[in-house]
């Protein structure tokens, strides 16, 4: 038993090594078939390390996503909610146009009428959960940790009333998405989120 237990653990950091590969060529249609031929191992090794896609995709971003999360909680100690909020913001935008695929592997069911505001201290509100309900799905982990950082700013009146997570990752996704075909997509994706939080009119 503990032999088979290795050889599953080895198995696995093996598939998700060839995976990370996959995903930084081919983005997030990385092929499952293609991962388990060069890993070595049969398609049903695979879908029981990774049932679906989207499980494979929350592993191999597993470590941007903690890194997120951690930044998240450095930026709950600064006293200017909104810009703990906008830094943690741009920080997402940068991951989302660094990493291959990670823009695709938020996905978002349709937000319902409840406002990020109006959720109990500690829970994400119902209209923002993420396709599935897995609790360790990318979306669900940059959902708990941004949404104190949200709540906060709600709260401070630093942005707009009704604003929810889901608005703020389908703007993040779209710009990373809009611009990985640039020559230069970070540059490009700073000036729009920029854009995005000051707005297209001149200051006065």
Known sequence: ?????????????????????????HGAAASLEQVARTAGVGSATVRRHFPTRQALLDAVFQERIQALGRRAEELSRTEDSRAALLDWLRAFVEYAVSARGFADALTYEPPTDAPAGDAPAGEAPAGDAPAGDAPHSCGAVLDSAAAPLLRRALRDGTVRPGVTFHDLITLVVGIALATEHYAEPSVQADRLFTLAV???SPSP
């Open 198 to 200: 000051e707005g297209l």
């Open 1 to 25: 038993m503990t032999g088979q237990r290795a050889d599953a653990r080895r198995n696995y950091s093996r598939i998700l090594a060839v995976a990370e590969a996959e995903v930084a060529r």
